[in-house]
């Protein structure tokens, strides 16, 4: 007589947790139908602005301002990206970018990497006062360091020559920190077995350090490439020659004080965000594909 009640009762549970389950369904989807929705409206606030560059440098200065604004142009005016290339420098201000974006970060991939293995791995008196000091100087903003080294430069008489835009970001210290945090996690024994073979310091570095911190360099070179192209403020001083500027400070001189020119001045971000763009699809497919190649070996 007392199993009755059981029975029931679990069979009325049964159907009342089936009917929260039902009546909780909808729920569920109208919270993703809304986080869809946020995420839609997040994702037209971020492209807005590139959205407006795109359709503004395809315009002619006389329908910019009109209300209420087009985002589609019509016609499609290309006169913009004509004078760009015709009247200015702007292939050469490329090939300046892209070389002194490339030097440095090959160069720094190279000393960063050098002294993060030091700093991590290897024993020398001082090595703590050392990492120290870089991590005081990382500290120090950019704006204080300009004056001196715009001293230093002009002192070697390096000014108006890629020298001076290539060898100041190198005292950046901010890569060899994150090298090091690369290296650190690499175990003693790899390099202890190598010692015992007879390597040499440089040959455990070249050998086994960097192919093991590849994925980490990638991601270093790719900040400092970005930081580099996008650089403007030590261009614009160390530098006058306009066959020496960089994208950046060439596309500021589209413009001044009394013209105005907004089509030709989108038409040059959007052109500039091109070869940056390339770089960043190339280098993310090499990343994958070097990825899954090394989960296929293992």
Avoid: C
């Amino acid at each position: 007589m007392t199993a009755m009640p059981t029975t029931e009762h679990k069979t009325r549970g049964t159907e009342a947790s089936k009917g929260r389950a039902r009546s909780g369904l909808p729920r569920s989807r109208s919270a993703v139908s809304l986080s869809y929705v946020v995420l839609f409206v997040g994702v037209a606030i971020a492209l807005a602005p590139f959205l407006y560059v795109v359709s503004t440098s395809f315009k002619e200065s006389t329908s910019l301002f009109s209300y209420p604004p087009d985002w589609i142009p019509s016609p499609i005016f290309w006169g913009n990206f004509e004078s760009l290339f015709a009247d200015h420098p702007f292939v050469q201000w490329t090939f300046n970018t892209l070389f002194v974006s490339g030097a440095v970060t090959a160069l720094k991939l190279w000393f960063d990497s050098m002294a993060g293995y030091a700093l991590a791995k290897m024993e020398f008196a001082g090595r703590r006062g050392v990492a120290l000091l870089l991590l005081l100087s990382v500290a120090i903003p950019i704006s204080a360091l300009i004056i001196p080294m715009f001293f230093v430069v002009r002192y070697l008489g390096l000014l108006n020559t890629y020298w001076a835009l290539i060898l100041p970001p190198l005292a950046n210290p901010l890569g060899i920190f994150m090298a090091r945090s690369f290296i650190v996690g690499i175990p003693d024994d790899l390099e202890a077995s190598a010692r015992l073979d007879g390597a040499s310091e440089f040959t455990i570095y070249r050998k086994i350090v960097l192919p093991l911190i590849r994925p980490g360099l990638v991601v270093l070179g790719m900040f400092t490439f970005m930081l580099q192209y996008t650089s403007f403020i030590w261009p614009l001083i160390a530098v006058q020659d306009s066959d020496r500027q960089v994208l950046a400070v060439g596309i500021s001189g589209l413009q001044s004080a009394f013209l105005q020119d907004w089509g030709l001045l989108s038409a040059g971000m959007l052109a500039a965000a091109i070869p940056i763009t390339v770089v960043f699809l190339l280098v993310q497919r090499a990343f994958v594909f070097n990825d899954l190649s090394g989960a296929l070996k293992e």
